[in-house]
């Protein structure tokens, strides 16, 4: 007879022999004819153009990462509306509490412009720019300071 600890050993012991044996047939059966079209980075009719190591815009990664925490919390939300009615008003004011700290969340992240996909761009300074403000800015005299002007020859 086994006991639970036994069972759970099976269960491991059996997946493990499906996860090998169905990765030992593919090695076995798995056809070998490596083309070149094969061995392109980007494999769909399309011939690649340009560098396969292209930047992304990182807004796709900002986000993918939002919405993940916000479907993690909102997973947080189902249990809690199960028990909702078993623990009355504190289960009540705990997710008050963790609603309104989405909401927090949620604002942030509207009023810091990561929710729009077209956020403005920055004005980065060019260097003609940079050379005429500070042309301008060395010639001013100093604050305090009296500039002298050259005495005039008669």
């Not at 090998?20 to 061995?39: M, Y």
């Not at 909102?74 to 199960?82: C, G, K, N």
């Not at 927090?104 to 990561?114: C, E, I, T």
Request: proline fraction near 7%; charge should be neutral.
């Amino acid at each position: 007879m086994l006991t639970s600890f036994g069972y759970a050993f099976v269960f491991f012991l059996l997946g493990a022999v499906l996860v090998g044996g169905a990765l030992i047939a593919v090695r076995l059966i798995a056809p070998r004819n490596r083309t070149t079209e094969k061995l392109m980075t980007y494999e769909c009719g399309e011939n690649p153009i340009g560098s396969p190591w292209v930047r992304f815009n990182i807004r796709f990664y900002v986000i993918a990462l939002i919405f993940i925490l916000f479907d993690v919390e909102l997973v947080v939300l189902f249990p809690w509306a199960v028990v909702f009615e078993k623990h009355g008003m504190t289960a009540y004011i705990a997710g008050a509490i963790f609603i309104a700290i989405l909401f927090l969340a949620d604002f942030y992240l509207w009023a810091k412009g990561d929710l729009e996909w077209q956020r403005p761009m920055p004005r980065i300074p060019r260097l003609p720019e940079l050379i005429e403000t500070r042309g301008t800015a060395e010639r001013q005299p100093a604050p305090g300071k009296a500039e002298h002007a050259p005495a005039e020859a008669s």
